[in-house]
C-alpha cells in the first residue's frame, strides 16, 4: 500500500460517512493525474510556436527566468507545466518588409539568444533534434528559433542562409499577408500558390535543414510546398478546419497530403481556431470599445497588444458576452487530426503569449491536462508521447537527413 493511499485510508477511518464519497473521487481524480504526470514526465513535451520573444523585445522589465502573474510562458511554468522545448517565434507583420523586417528579425532573434545566454542553467540553444534529446537529459528546456514569415527574408536566399545560420530552424512561408512569392490565407491570391521564387524557398530550406513551416499559407501554396519539398513539412501552429472554419486551419484533405508527406500538424490553441462559435461571433459595443481602448493604449507594443487583448477576450468569455471556449476543444482537434491523419501527425504548437488562449489553459502549467484527457480518451501512452513531442523529433531528423544528403 502506498504512502497515499495509507494516509487516504486512515482519514476515512476518522471522517464522518458523509464525506466518505467525497474522499473517493479527490482519491480517484489524483490518482488519475498521478499517471498522467509520469507520462507527461517521460515524454519530451515539445512546443512548436510561441510568441514570448514579444515580451523580451518590448517589456523591458520581463524576466523570463521568474514567474510572472502575466502572460503563459516563462522558466517557472515551463518546468511546472513540464515543457521540454519550444519555438521562440521570430515574428513582425507582414506589411514590414525590406531591410527594416531583416533588421527586426535580427533583433528578435538576439534577443532570444541573450535570454539563452544569461539562462545557462535553464536553457539550451537547440538547432537539431539530438540536442533537444541532450537539453531533456540534462533537465534544460531547449530553446530553438522559428521565423513566423517569409517576408523577413526581404526575397534574399541570402538572408534565409543568414537566419540558418543563426540557428533559425523552420519558417514559416508566409504570415497573414502575401508575400512576393507566396500566397497566404489571409489575403486574396496574388501568385496561385508558390512563384518560381518560392519553390527556390522551399528547396534551400531543404538544403539547410530548415522545415518548411505551412501554417498560414493559402492552400494552393500548401500543396505547392508540399509537391517540391523532398522532406516533411510541418504546421507549426494550425488546427482542424472540419471543427473550426479558418482559412488558417487545415482542411481533411490538406491533413491526408500531411500523411503522405510524413509530416506534422501542430494544434494551435487560440480560441477563433478551436471555436466556429467564438470566430464568428461579433463582440458587443461595450467589448468592442475595452478593445479599442486597450489597442489605442497599447500602440506599436506587440506585447500588450496581445496580452491586453487575451485578458479582455477570456474575462468576456467568462462573462458570456463572448462564447466560451474551453481547453478541452483542444484534445477535439487533436483527437480530429489524429483520426483523419493518423496519432503519428499531430502534436502541440499553442500560439501562447500570442493569442487568446481557451479557458483552463491560461498558461504552460496546463499541459499535463492535455496528456491526461488524452490517457482517458484511451490513447495509449506511447501515442500521447508521439503527440506532446514524439512526431516532431521524428520530422526534424528526417529534415536533418535530407539536408545531409544534399
Known sequence: MTRMKSALVHLALITTIIFMPVLVSVYQDSAASSRARQVHDRAIVIDTHDDVTQRLIFEKTFDIGVRNKTGSLDIPRMREGGLDALFFSIWITGDVTGPVAVKRALDQIDAVREAVRTHPNDFLLATTAADIRKAAAEKKIAALLGVEGGHMIADDLAVLRV????????????????????????????????????????????????????????DKTFFDALEVS?????????????????????????????????????????????????????????????????????????????????????????????????????????????????????????????????????????????????????????????????????????????????
Not at 166 to 187: E, F, I, K, P, Q
Not at 193 to 212: A, I
Not at 367 to 393: C, F, H, M, R, W
Open 163 to 218: 537566419f540558418a545560420a543563426l540557428g533559425v530552424r523552420y519558417m514559416t512561408l508566409t504570415h497573414s499577408l502575401n508575400t512576393t512569392w507566396a500566397d497566404s490565407s489571409g489575403d486574396k491570391p496574388a501568385h496561385d500558390g508558390l512563384t518560381s521564387f518560392g519553390k527556390d524557398v522551399v528547396r534551400e530550406m531543404n538544403r539547410l535543414g530548415m522545415m518548411v513551416d505551412i501554417s498560414h499559407v493559402a
Open 230 to 406: 523532398r522532406a516533411p513539412v510541418i504546421a507549426s501552429h494550425s488546427s482542424a478546419r472540419a471543427i473550426a472554419n479558418a482559412p488558417r486551419n487545415m482542411t481533411d484533405d490538406m491533413l491526408r497530403a500531411v500523411t503522405k508527406n510524413n509530416g506534422v500538424v501542430m494544434i494551435n490553441y487560440h480560441s477563433g481556431f478551436l471555436s466556429e462559435a467564438y470566430r464568428t461571433a461579433k463582440p458587443s459595443p461595450a467589448l468592442q470599445a475595452r478593445q479599442d481602448e486597450a489597442a489605442k493604449r497599447c500602440g506599436d507594443n506587440e506585447a500588450c497588444s496581445i496580452l491586453e487583448g487575451q485578458r479582455i477576450n477570456q474575462e468576456a468569455m467568462a462573462s458570456g458576452e463572448l462564447p466560451k471556449v474551453t481547453w478541452e476543444a483542444i484534445v477535439d482537434h487533436i483527437d480530429h487530426v489524429a483520426k483523419v491523419a493518423g496519432v503519428d501527425h499531430v502534436g502541440l504548437g499553442s500560439d501562447f503569449d500570442g493569442a487568446t488562449m481557451p479557458l483552463g489553459m491560461e498558461d504552460a502549467t496546463k499541459l499535463p491536462k492535455l496528456t491526461e484527457a488524452l490517457l482517458k480518451k484511451g490513447y495509449s501512452e506511447a501515442d500521447v508521447q508521439k503527440i506532446l513531442g514524439g512526431n516532431l523529433l521524428r520530422v526534424m531528423e528526417a529534415v536533418e537527413r535530407v539536408a545531409k544528403g544534399s
